[in-house]
């Protein structure tokens, strides 16, 4: 009931061939989703990743015979044909199972006073009526707002694909179906409809959190997309984080190929506009006609590709790219408390739900005003799988994630980890007091119980996932990036497929962040690798396992 989280083959354990179909850099939701597309069209793909295991940020790990996930907390519209559901069994055969958190699935705590997100939007808006009954228009104006931007997400991934056809259908559907009020700053548009300033925190407190950022510049849909993605509540994989990577393994080792981990690109091969393959950091040459990276765009434009001197944008690190990165705003780091608690979840009175943690202004962070961290984010992965008890009886576990400015950890780049400087060291002492401070307000209950606990920092995000300044969701995904309606967006260059022929990108960069961003992005990028054949087929799997009964 132990076995392994660890998911790849080590590179030093042989096996890469000279050339594949296909090339992925990096094994993230988004690497390893375009990988699966890939090889259910017959491709034979290699997947390299640069961490001791696959999976990103949805791989777990261990020490002291505790057990982590490092970014899976919870992921929705997994009901029966929900779109992540039939993208999960269409990727895994089913493989890969998922526990409802239940009802609520999050709660809120916000200077004092406590919000439950019930499951529903009829079960939620009652609430919030209830309430607020002076701000029953209001209410009622927000979620049919949020219910018009529910194909918001899919028109815009249309429209970073490629063709004339697509293109004039996705500008088509925008003006059709996309509101003008979905690319506005969110906290603009629901002060527009709300007065009361806490029923504004327990509307924009859970966007703040999860897409870390101000709501006075992540976009209206976002927070939209967040309202209908657990429409229907959110659920943990079985058997922990780890649990998606294994089961996405399957799938591309039967079409020949594998996901090597321990193995680092040290850059991407060109021969003139064209792609050809990668180059280990052991100096392997694997030659392939689709390289894909799900590295980032930073890392994808500032490191893998060669430097060439009058570039075009898109065309290696040149001027372009450069200057288009340079105007782009990377996401907010942030540091990760992992908890090793002795006794079961229930004896803890852990929750199922998530719980998130403000002094009542969910943006001050992150508009400069507040301290140096933001809220908090409180998760126990432990109480939300069923099988943790018999794999890990009389432990518990947990983390509560902060925010922090860029600037706290700057002074320690380019020190190597397990070798820092003690002021590092000092501030992280000083951190995991905070946060621990913060564990037994909320849950006291878990006071002298905490048996381990360690701190995870943007260094650490930086060296083992590799993204520039340790992001949790690379670049930020804000008005500035999408566009305002009226002009384009910072980040509407990056696009699934890019101006190199026979380089695409995958992962979060390409669309939006979190799990549905990355594995949105990893489909986008699978469609523009294929041919017309293999586009057919994919989207036709696809829409046979959507009609199929879902797995339980």
Same mark, same amino acid.
């Given at each position: 009931?132990?076995?392994?989280?660890?998911?790849?083959?080590?590179?030093?354990?042989?096996?890469?061939?000279?050339?594949?179909?296909?090339? &992925?850099?990096?094994?993230?939701?988004?690497?390893?989703?375009?990988?699966?597309?890939?090889?259910?069209?017959?491709?034979?793909?290699?997947?390299?990743?640069?961490?001791?295991?696959?999976?990103?940020?949805?791989?777990?790990?261990?020490?002291?015979?505790?057990?982590?996930? &490092?970014?899976?907390?919870?992921?929705?519209?997994?009901?029966?044909?929900? #779109?992540?559901?039939?993208?999960?069994?269409?990727?895994?055969?089913?493989?890969?199972?998922?526990?409802?958190?239940?009802?609520?699935?999050? %709660?809120?705590?916000?200077?004092?006073?406590?919000?439950?997100?019930?499951?529903?939007?009829?079960?939620?808006?009652?609430?919030?009526?209830?309430?607020?009954?002076?701000?029953?228009?209001?209410?009622?104006?927000?979620?049919?707002?949020?219910?018009?931007?529910?194909?918001? =997400?899919?028109?815009?991934? =249309?429209?970073?694909?490629? /063709?004339?056809?697509?293109?004039?259908?996705?500008?088509?559907?925008?003006?059709?179906?996309? #509101? #003008?009020?979905?690319?506005?700053?969110?906290? %603009? &548009?629901? %002060?527009?409809? &709300?007065?009361?300033?806490?029923?504004?925190?327990?509307?924009? @407190?859970?966007?703040?959190?999860?897409?870390?950022?101000?709501?006075?510049?992540?976009?209206?849909?976002?927070?939209?997309?967040?309202?209908?993605?657990?429409?229907?509540?959110?659920?943990?994989?079985?058997?922990?984080?780890?649990?998606?990577?294994?089961?996405?393994?399957?799938?591309?080792?039967?079409?020949?190929?594998?996901?090597?981990?321990?193995?680092?690109?040290?850059?991407?091969?060109?021969?003139?506009?064209?792609?050809?393959?990668?180059?280990?950091?052991?100096?392997?040459?694997?030659?392939?006609?689709?390289?894909?990276?799900?590295? $980032?765009?930073?890392? +994808?434009?500032?490191?893998?590709?060669?430097?060439?001197?009058?570039?075009?944008?898109?065309?290696?690190?040149?001027?372009?790219? /450069?200057?288009? =990165?340079?105007?782009?705003?990377?996401?907010?780091?942030?540091?990760?408390?992992?908890?090793?608690?002795?006794?079961?979840?229930?004896?803890?009175?852990?929750?199922?739900?998530?719980?998130?943690? @403000?002094?009542?202004?969910?943006?001050?962070?992150?508009?400069?005003?507040?301290?140096?961290?933001?809220?908090?984010?409180?998760?126990?992965?432990?109480?939300?799988?069923?099988?943790?008890?018999?794999?890990?009886?009389?432990?518990? @576990?947990?983390?509560?994630?902060?925010?922090?400015?860029?600037?706290?950890?700057?002074?320690?780049? $380019?020190?190597?980890?397990?070798?820092?400087?003690?002021?590092?060291?000092?501030?992280? +002492?000083?951190?995991?007091?905070?946060?621990?401070?913060?564990?037994?307000?909320?849950?006291?209950?878990?006071?002298?119980?905490?048996?381990?606990?360690?701190? /995870?920092?943007?260094? +650490?995000? %930086?060296?083992?996932?590799?993204?520039?300044?340790?992001?949790?969701?690379?670049?930020?995904?804000?008005?500035?990036?999408?566009?305002?309606?009226?002009?384009?967006?910072?980040?509407?260059?990056?696009?699934?497929?890019?101006?190199?022929?026979?380089?695409?990108?995958?992962?979060?960069?390409?669309?939006?962040?979190?799990?549905?961003?990355?594995?949105?992005?990893?489909?986008?990028?699978?469609?523009?690798?294929?041919?017309?054949?293999?586009?057919?087929?994919?989207?036709?799997?696809?829409?046979?396992?959507?009609?199929?009964? @879902?797995?339980?």
């Amino acid at each position: 009931m132990t076995g392994s989280v660890l998911v790849g083959r080590p590179l030093a354990a042989g096996g890469v061939a000279d050339a594949y179909d296909a090339v &992925v850099v990096g094994s993230g939701a988004g690497g390893l989703t375009t990988a699966v597309c890939l090889a259910r069209q017959g491709r034979r793909v290699a997947v390299f990743e640069r961490h001791y295991t696959a999976g990103g940020y949805t791989h777990a790990y261990r020490r002291r015979g505790w057990e982590w996930d &490092v970014g899976i907390h919870y992921v929705g519209q997994l009901a029966e044909r929900e #779109p992540v559901r039939v993208l999960s069994d269409y990727l895994t055969g089913g493989a890969l199972r998922w526990a409802p958190l239940g009802d609520p699935f999050d %709660e809120y705590r916000l200077a004092g006073e406590v919000y439950r997100a019930p499951v529903g939007f009829a079960a939620y808006e009652a609430g919030l009526i209830a309430r607020f009954p002076a701000e029953r228009a209001g209410i009622e104006a927000l979620f049919g707002l949020v219910r018009r931007c529910r194909a918001v =997400l899919p028109v815009l991934a =249309l429209g970073r694909l490629s /063709g004339p056809v697509v293109r004039r259908l996705a500008r088509a559907l925008r003006a059709a179906a996309v #509101p #003008p009020e979905a690319m506005r700053p969110a906290r %603009e &548009v629901v %002060e527009g409809l &709300v007065r009361d300033e806490r029923l504004r925190q327990a509307v924009l @407190t859970q966007s703040a959190l999860l897409l870390a950022d101000s709501t006075a510049r992540l976009p209206f849909f976002l927070l939209a997309v967040l309202f209908e993605h657990f429409r229907t509540g959110a659920w943990y994989p079985v058997g922990g984080s780890a649990a998606i990577a294994r089961a996405m393994l399957g799938p591309v080792r039967a079409a020949g190929g594998e996901v090597f981990v321990r193995a680092p690109v040290s850059r991407i091969e060109l021969d003139g506009p064209h792609a050809t393959g990668v180059v280990l950091a052991d100096g392997t040459r694997v030659r392939a006609p689709v390289v894909v990276s799900a590295a $980032g765009a930073q890392n +994808t434009f500032g490191a893998l590709l060669p430097h060439r001197s009058g570039d075009h944008p898109g065309h290696g690190n040149g001027s372009g790219d /450069g200057d288009r =990165l340079a105007g782009m705003r990377r996401g907010f780091p942030f540091v990760l408390l992992f908890l090793g608690l002795d006794g079961d979840p229930a004896e803890l009175g852990l929750p199922r739900h998530n719980l998130m943690v @403000t002094d009542g202004d969910c943006d001050a962070f992150f508009n400069g005003t507040g301290g140096r961290t933001s809220g908090h984010f409180l998760s126990f992965s432990c109480a939300k799988d069923p099988t943790w008890t018999a794999r890990h009886p009389g432990r518990s @576990t947990g983390e509560i994630l902060a925010y922090v400015r860029p600037e706290l950890f700057a002074p320690f780049h $380019g020190s190597r980890w397990r070798h820092r400087d003690p002021d590092y060291l000092a501030l992280k +002492t000083e951190l995991t007091a905070e946060l621990l401070d913060q564990l037994y307000r909320q849950l006291p209950g878990t006071r002298g119980r905490v048996a381990h606990h360690e701190l /995870g920092t943007p260094l +650490t995000a %930086e060296h083992f996932a590799g993204w520039p300044g340790g992001s949790l969701y690379g670049l930020a995904k804000d008005v500035a990036g999408f566009g305002d309606g009226h002009r384009a967006g910072l980040a509407d260059w990056l696009r699934p497929r890019t101006r190199i022929e026979g380089l695409y990108l995958s992962g979060q960069d390409c669309l939006a962040g979190g799990f549905l961003g990355a594995v949105t992005g990893g489909l986008l990028a699978a469609h523009e690798a294929l041919d017309r054949t293999g586009r057919a087929r994919l989207w036709a799997g696809i829409l046979r396992q959507g009609l199929r009964p @879902t797995s339980p």
